[in-house]
C-alpha cells in the first residue's frame, strides 16, 4: 500500500510537471492573448469569495458580463462552490490544460493572492490584485523573520514576493495607511487603486433589516439569541504541511457553552489556510464552524471576535462591536511583529483568557470603546462607500478596450 502511494504520488508529479510544460512551451508562445477573456480567482481557488466575487458579481448586475468571456478558477477540492457562481461563466479547475490555456490567453487577471511561481503574466496581459485585507501584521519585503512551512528563509520568501508584486499592474488600497504599507512591502510602483475594498461593499447596501433577515433565515439563527462571529487568523509556527496550519485557539469552548448558550451563539469561522479543524457537533449548534461568505456573516452578527486578522478592518463598516481575544500578545508581537500600535488602537477589549470573556460577555462595555473606534473607521476604512466594485467595473471596461493599463479610479 505504502509502494502504491509513492508510485501514485510520483505519477501526479510527473503530469503536474507535463501541464507546466505544455503552459510554458506551447501555449505562451502559440496562443495569442484573446481581448475579451477575464480570469477571476479568489484564495488561490479555494472558493467564490472576496473582491472578486464582488467584481464579477457588479459586472453581471450591470450586464457587462455579457461584453467578455469570464472565466472563474477553482481547485479541484472546491470545485463543487461552480453551481454557486451565477452567469454566463466558465470553470477552470485549477492547474488543469483548460486553467493553463485560459491563464496565458486572458486579457485581464482578477485576483486577490499572489499566484504559482510558474505562472507567467505575458507582457499584453493585465493583472488587477485586489489583495485580501488590511494589513495588521508585517507584510512581504517587511518581515525580519519567516516561520510558514516550505519556505527557504527570509531572503527567498521575499525575493519571491517581490517577484511576484511585479506582475501587479493594479492593486487595491482602502485607506492612506494601507497605500504607504503597500508601496514599501510589495515594493509597487504601479497603479493603485484608491478605492476600498470591492467586498465590503455589501457591506453598506446590504445593511438594513429585510436582507439581514434572509441571512439568518439562511444561516438557520435563533431569534432569540445574539450571534458572535468568531474569525482568528493562522499562526506561521502551527503548520502541519506547507501552506496548511491547524486552529489551536486556547479556548475553552466547552466553559463558554455552559455559561452563554442562552444568550449567543457562536459562529466559528476558519481562515482559508487552516486544515486542522474541530468538532463543534456537541454543542447543538450554539457553537458552530460556517463555510459561508464573510461579508453574509458580518452582516448577520451583533458582535465580531478576532485576535490579529483583517477580519477587524473589514467589520468596522458595519461598526458593531468588536473584541480582541489575544492569548498570545506577547509572543505574537514577537514572532510576526504588526505594524500598528494595536493595543492602543483596538476598538475594543483585548481578552487573553475564557474567563475574562465570558466575564465581558455577560455584560458587555461597548460603549466604553467608542471614541477609539471612530478614531479607528476614520483611519482604516473611509474609503468603504459601498461604490468600490462598480468603479472596478469601470476601470475593466476602459483596459479591455484601450488594452493597456490606464488611468487609476479614485474614490468620491
Same mark, same amino acid.
Given at each position: ?8 504520488t510520483?505519477?501526479q508529479?510527473?503530469?503536474?510537471r507535463l ?9 505562451i508562445?502559440?496562443?495569442p492573448?484573446?481581448r475579451?477573456?477575464i ?7 479555494? %472558493?467564490?469569495?472576496d473582491?472578486p466575487?464582488? !467584481?464579477? *458579481? ?8 455579457l461584453? $467578455?468571456?469570464?472565466f472563474w ?5 472546491n470545485?463543487?462552490d461552480?453551481?454557486?457562481?451565477? %452567469? ?8 488543469s490544460?483548460?486553467y493553463y490555456r485560459y491563464m ?7 485576483f486577490? &493572492?499572489?499566484?504559482a511561481?510558474?505562472?507567467i503574466?505575458?507582457k499584453n ?10 494589513p495588521?501584521?508585517l ?5 525580519e523573520e519567516v ?6 528563509g ?22 492612506e495607511?494601507?497605500d504607504?504599507i ?7 510602483r504601479?497603479?493603485?487603486l484608491h &478605492? ?17 433577515g ?5 444561516? @438557520? ?5 445574539k450571534?458572535?462571529? $468568531?474569525?482568528p487568523?493562522?499562526r506561521?509556527?502551527?503548520?502541519i ?10 479556548l ?9 448558550k442562552?444568550?449567543y451563539?457562536?459562529l ?5 489556510? !487552516?486544515?486542522? @479543524?474541530?468538532?463543534?457537533s456537541?454543542?447543538g449548534g ?9 461579508s453574509?456573516?458580518?452582516l448577520?452578527? /451583533? ?7 483583517? &477580519?477587524?478592518? /473589514? ?11 489575544c $492569548?498570545d ?8 511583529g504588526?505594524y500598528?500600535?494595536? *493595543? ?6 483585548i481578552i487573553?483568557?475564557?474567563d475574562?470573556? !465570558?466575564?465581558?460577555?455577560k455584560?458587555?462595555? &461597548? %460603549?466604553d ?20 466594485s462598480?468603479?472596478?467595473g469601470?476601470?475593466i /471596461? ?5 488594452g ?5 479610479? @479614485?474614490g468620491?
Amino acid at each position: 500500500m505504502r509502494m502504491t502511494r509513492k508510485i501514485l504520488t510520483r505519477l501526479q508529479k510527473v503530469w503536474e510537471r507535463l501541464h507546466i510544460a505544455i503552459y510554458r512551451h506551447v501555449y505562451i508562445p502559440l496562443i495569442p492573448v484573446s481581448r475579451d477573456v477575464i480570469v477571476f480567482e479568489s484564495m488561490l481557488g479555494r %472558493g467564490y469569495t472576496d473582491s472578486p466575487r464582488a !467584481i464579477y *458579481e457588479s459586472m453581471r448586475g450591470e450586464g457587462r458580463d455579457l461584453s $467578455y468571456r469570464c472565466f472563474w478558477i477553482l481547485d479541484k477540492e472546491n470545485k463543487k462552490d461552480a453551481s454557486k457562481i451565477p %452567469g454566463r461563466r466558465g470553470i477552470l479547475i485549477k492547474n488543469s490544460f483548460k486553467y493553463y490555456r485560459y491563464m496565458a490567453k486572458a486579457k485581464l487577471w482578477v485576483f486577490n &493572492t499572489r499566484q504559482a511561481d510558474h505562472v507567467i503574466k505575458r507582457k499584453n496581459q493585465v493583472q488587477i490584485q485586489t489583495w485580501h485585507g488590511t494589513p495588521l501584521k508585517l507584510l512581504g519585503l517587511d518581515m525580519e523573520e519567516v516561520h510558514m512551512a516550505g519556505n527557504g528563509g527570509i531572503e527567498s520568501y521575499k525575493a519571491n514576493f517581490w517577484r511576484h508584486s511585479r506582475r501587479w499592474d493594479y492593486l487595491v488600497s482602502p485607506s492612506e495607511y494601507t497605500d504607504e504599507i503597500f508601496e514599501r512591502c510589495f515594493d509597487f510602483r504601479k497603479n493603485m487603486l484608491h &478605492t476600498g475594498y470591492p467586498r465590503n461593499d455589501i457591506l453598506v447596501n446590504g445593511n438594513n433589516e429585510d436582507y439581514i433577515g434572509k441571512l439568518k433565515e439562511k444561516y @438557520k439563527i435563533p431569534p432569540d439569541r445574539k450571534v458572535i462571529l $468568531y474569525a482568528p487568523t493562522w499562526r506561521d509556527d502551527e503548520s502541519i504541511a506547507r501552506g496548511k496550519y491547524i486552529f489551536n485557539p486556547h479556548l475553552n469552548f466547552d466553559k463558554l457553552y455552559r455559561a452563554l448558550k442562552d444568550r449567543y451563539v457562536f459562529l466559528v469561522k476558519y481562515h482559508y489556510l !487552516i486544515a486542522q @479543524k474541530l468538532d463543534f457537533s456537541r454543542f447543538g449548534g450554539s457553537i458552530r464552524s460556517v463555510d459561508g461568505d464573510i461579508s453574509e456573516l458580518y452582516l448577520i452578527s /451583533d458582535m465580531h471576535m478576532t485576535d490579529y486578522s483583517s &477580519t477587524m478592518f /473589514d467589520y468596522a463598516v458595519l461598526h458593531r462591536p468588536q473584541i480582541f481575544y489575544c $492569548y498570545d500578545l506577547d509572543t505574537y508581537y514577537k514572532n510576526r511583529g504588526v505594524y500598528m500600535d494595536f *493595543e492602543e488602537e483596538a476598538p475594543g477589549p483585548i481578552i487573553k483568557d475564557t474567563d475574562g470573556l !465570558i466575564e465581558y460577555l455577560k455584560a458587555p462595555r &461597548t %460603549g466604553d470603546y467608542e471614541d477609539r473606534y471612530q478614531r479607528f473607521m476614520k483611519k482604516y476604512t473611509h474609503r468603504e462607500d459601498g461604490k468600490n466594485s462598480k468603479r472596478i467595473g469601470d476601470l475593466i /471596461d476602459k483596459i479591455m478596450k484601450e488594452g493597456e493599463a490606464c488611468k487609476s479610479p @479614485k474614490g468620491e
